[in-house]
């Protein structure tokens, strides 16, 4: 009984090691088997906000659910991501797709509002010039008159 306990450790540590949870926690390493680099970063930035708050508990619930899994998930980390409560690989990649959508659509607002400024500031020095050119300078009076 003791002898299978300790095997099933093992062979969990074994399994979080190759897939890169252990170096993930540990290291902040990205691992290789995890398809989208920027999604690594964002489920190590999640983890690590967890630890940093002092969360260790929520991470060590997580790591009891994936220890009690019978069919292990392919991949830890996301399964550790999801039970954090973040978005799948799928969901993470919409969110960028929407977010380079959102950044475009800003840049070619910010493009347009420039130009009106710039036609503003234009059209303002049109006015100043035109103003001053059309105001009639007064003489002076004239003494004795």
Known sequence: MMLEKEAKKEAFRKYLESSGVLDALTKGYIHSNVPC??????????????????????????????????????????????KLGGPSLAEYEK?????????????????????????YEELKNTHIQASTKDTPKEEPPTEGL
């Not at 002092?54 to 550790?80: C, H, M, R």
């Not at 070619?108 to 710039?118: F, I, N």
């Open 37 to 82: 680099l920027t999604y690594q970063l964002y489920i190590l930035s999640s983890v690590s906000l967890c630890l940093r708050r002092g969360n260790v508990y929520a991470l060590t619930v997580v790591l009891v659910a994936l220890y009690e899994q019978n069919d292990k998930p392919s991949s830890a980390i996301e399964f550790i991501q999801q």
């Open 95 to 119: 969110l960028q797709a929407e977010a380079a959508d959102l950044q475009m659509q800003y840049n070619e607002l910010l493009a347009v509002h420039q130009e009106k400024c710039r036609e």
